[in-house]
């Protein structure tokens, strides 16, 4: 069955604590996806950027952001009280309770961060390139300009910053409370961030296809399908370019899908009974901590959609370690988590 916004929804996040070898395999195939830290012999001279490569650089960011209004809204799982069949669309308690709040204007990029931007940036500051993982059975798996950048919060963070450095503007990554705001097209009562707030999947396969394809958001079939032309074998784990997609009413691509955003604040699991009405921010320092005994940050969206079961929903909340580590503290890698950013400022920008 394919959930719409006129159908209670009640979905199911996996607690990062007690993870299932499934999601832990997913993790490992997003970082195929993006590529691994590898060790580039090139120097910095000879990938030096020029004013003008830069100026480009600088022009497109600006040009990909979004305008966002700021105004009032209420936060959190509005199921109960605005759905229309008045039921959760989240079961965990961390998303409650349904509170008010009140932004400023802002603007947000359309797009996760792309491989080519992310590439670009570590480019400039002479760092080393993403690379295909040597060796391993996805090796075919390329580093694709258009698919979203994999990283760690703190590389998110730096990136961000990159962006304030070098256009003089107050980028950075999104709160929590920005992110909701703007998946939900400026507070409204939307499900999900699709063009209409609903998923629309085809029901009957065309001739030669194996299963239900998507129409507003993404399917297993789709991303089969994707894996197939490009010579990958990721299958149903495969990441999408980040405009696969229609936007959601505000303009903005895939929040709902294709991989995990980093946001700014720490994580706490009852952040929503003590938030303030202006501007939240999450808590000052860090209040929770995962499995490991490791600090936490918020990540909205989805890694891989699921329209059967309603994944991506608005308004989930889960927590994850900053420096991407998923096991114990001597395995680092690249997670299915990704970024945008925001621009701090009450007018839009020319």
């Known amino acids: ?17 007690n993870m299932r070898l499934g999601v832990c395999m997913l993790s490992l195939l997003f970082l195929v996806g993006s590529g691994a830290r590898a060790d580039s012999a090139k120097t910095h001279d000879e990938i030096r950027i020029s004013s003008q490569e830069l100026q480009e650089f600088v022009r497109v960011v600006m040009g990909d952001l979004i305008f966002v209004e700021g105004g009032e809204f209420q936060m959190g799982d509005y199921g109960s009280q605005f759905g229309p069949e008045k039921l959760p669309y989240d079961v965990d308690k961390d998303s409650k309770p349904l509170h008010q709040v009140k932004l400023k204007s802002y603007s947000i990029e359309k797009f996760k961060v792309t491989n080519h931007a992310f590439q670009f940036y570590l480019k400039y500051n002479g760092r080393q390139l993403r690379q295909d ?10 580093m694709s300009p258009k698919n979203p950048a994999h990283m760690d919060w703190h590389e998110a963070n730096e990136y961000c910053n990159w ?11 999104p709160t929590e409370a920005q992110w909701e705001y703007a998946a939900r097209s400026r507070g409204q009562f939307l499900m999900v961030a699709t063009d209409d707030g609903t998923y629309k999947v085809a029901r009957e ?10 129409i507003n958001i993404s399917t297993t079939w789709d991303r089969e399908a994707f894996a197939k032309e490009m010579g990958w074998r990721t299958e149903g784990l495969t990441v999408l370019p980040v405009d696969s997609f229609p936007p959601n009413p505000l303009g903005l691509y895939s929040m709902s899908d294709n991989g995990l955003e980093w946001v700014k604040d720490w994580y706490d699991p009852d952040y929503y009974r003590k938030s303030p009405l202006k501007d939240p921010e999450g808590p000052d320092q860090p209040i929770h901590k995962d499995y490991f005994g490791r600090d936490t940050k918020v990540v909205r969206g989805q890694e891989l959609a699921n329209p059967f079961w309603g994944g991506g929903v608005n308004v989930h909340r889960a927590s994850a370690d900053p420096h991407g580590r998923l096991f114990d503290n001597e395995l680092a890698y690249l997670s299915s988590k990704t970024a945008r950013c925001v621009v701090n400022s009450p007018k839009p920008l020319k």
Do not use: C, H, N, Y
């Open 133 to 142: 993982v040597a060796g391993s059975m996805f090796k075919t798996f390329s």
């Open 163 to 173: 962006l304030a450095d070098i256009s003089s503007l107050p980028f950075a990554l």
């Open 205 to 214: 396969p065309r001739k030669g296809e194996e299963g239900p394809r998507g």
């Open 1 to 17: 069955m394919v959930m719409g916004a006129g159908r209670g929804v009640f979905t199911f996040k996996t607690d990062i604590r």
